[in-house]
Every structure is written in structure tokens, then in C-alpha cells.
């Protein structure tokens, strides 16, 4: 069974840093893509970054520039550095990984920007 474990999410004034980290129960854990997705209150799920199995990163406009997300395949972990943030970053965050079509989440680490 995958297991998706969030953590690192917190409280952090606007122009802060914080670095979500998930880690993955799955033993090839490096044959697969991983997102990281994020939920504001009352609004839809979006999806924030992606990362290939090869490393290959893309971000959502809203974020390029104060976001990387990067891959340990030997830790079996995916992280998202968030630098310069801001209070619409503010939201639940997710990570996410796609097995023959079928999708798992973790349980969602909140990440709270206070202005």
C-alpha cells in the first residue's frame, strides 16, 4: 500500500521560507513523477509543481521563482522550497503520486503566510 507523508508545513510571516518535505512507502518510489498540489480555503485544489523521474521540474505561474521542488530517490522522499511567500500562499498542501491511474495523496501539511 502507498503511504504519502507530509510534514514541514507552519505559521511564517510574508518574505518567509519553509521547506515541506514528503516521504513515499513505495520501493520504487524512483520510476515515478511527483506533485505537490495545494487547497486555499474554499477554493479548488491546484497543482503547485511537478517533478519527473528524471528531475525534470515545472511550477504553476503563480509560484516560479520562489518555489523549487527537488527529489531524493535514495531517501525515497520529494520536497518543495518555498522562499519569498506570501499570504495567498496560504493553504493546505498536498503531495501527490499517480500509479496506473490511480491517484494518492497524503494527509496535507498547512502552510499559514500572515501579512
Known amino acids: 500500500q502507498v503511504q504519502l507523508v507530509e510534514s514541514g508545513g507552519g505559521l511564517v510571516q510574508a518574505g518567509g521560507s519553509l521547506r515541506l518535505s514528503c516521504a513515499a512507502s513505495i520501493s520504487i518510489f524512483r520510476f515515478y513523477g511527483m506533485d505537490w498540489y495545494r487547497q486555499a480555503p474554499g477554493k479548488q485544489r491546484e497543482v503547485v509543481a511537478t517533478?519527473?523521474?528524471?528531475?525534470?521540474?515545472n511550477y504553476a505561474d503563480s509560484v516560479k521563482g520562489r518555489f523549487t521542488i527537488s527529489r531524493d530517490n535514495a531517501e525515497k522522499k520529494v520536497f518543495l522550497q518555498m522562499i519569498s511567500l506570501k499570504p495567498e500562499d496560504t493553504a493546505v498542501y498536498y503531495c501527490h503520486l499517480q500509479i496506473d491511474g490511480r491517484d494518492y495523496w497524503g494527509q496535507g501539511t498547512r502552510v499559514t503566510v500572515s501579512s
Open positions: 517533478i519527473t523521474s528524471g528531475g525534470s521540474a
